[in-house]
């Protein structure tokens, strides 16, 4: 599961955890029965999150969209003015990769900002919104002119 606040993303493993609880042998050595290993049987099951990894984005601007890859190994971020694509493996050795920039210095008079990025569902591609009302398609293929 990943999830973020305005400048990190931490992923975090869901597992199954489970209270086991183990019968009380002074019980049966009292009735006269001979020493043997007790039984445990499950009390309880829960759903637990262990973290696994932090992706800081070390940026002055807040992220407002993250999204997670369809072959569930890479996610992007984004904030108004940059695209990033991270990996879930590489969280110490350079994990990020900058697609788009929107340079905002130079744009005085242009104040478009990305609103919102999303990944297509099973392809290479992802696609995201400006505050100008544009939707642009963006495509990792080899023959794509991304």
């Known amino acids: 599961m990943l999830t973020s606040n305005s400048r990190s993303v931490k992923l975090f493993r869901i ?8 019968e ?31 992706f800081k984005s070390g940026k002055e601007q807040h992220l407002h969209s ?15 003015s940059r695209i990033n694509l991270w990996n879930l493996d590489r ?5 990020v990769y900058n697609l788009l920039d929107y340079n905002r210095q130079k744009t005085c008079d242009d104040d478009e900002m990305i609103t919102s990025a999303r990944f297509a569902s ?3 591609m ?6 100008k009302g544009h939707i642009r398609v963006c495509d990792f ?3 794509s002119n991304f």
Do not use: W
Request: glycine share 4%; hydrophobic share 30%; charged share 30%.
């Open 15 to 22: 597992v199954n955890k489970q209270v086991r609880k183990s």
């Open 24 to 54: 009380s042998i002074k019980k049966k050595i009292a009735k006269g029965k001979d020493l043997c290993i007790p039984k445990t049987k499950v009390v309880s099951e829960s759903k637990e999150g262990k973290h696994v990894a932090t």
């Open 66 to 80: 993250l999204t997670l890859a369809p072959d569930m190994e890479n996610f992007i971020t984004a904030d108004e």
């Open 91 to 95: 969280s110490g050795e350079r994990p």
């Open 122 to 124: 099973q392809s290479p």
């Open 126 to 131: 992802f696609l995201y919104t400006t505050s």
């Open 141 to 143: 293929r080899e023959s």
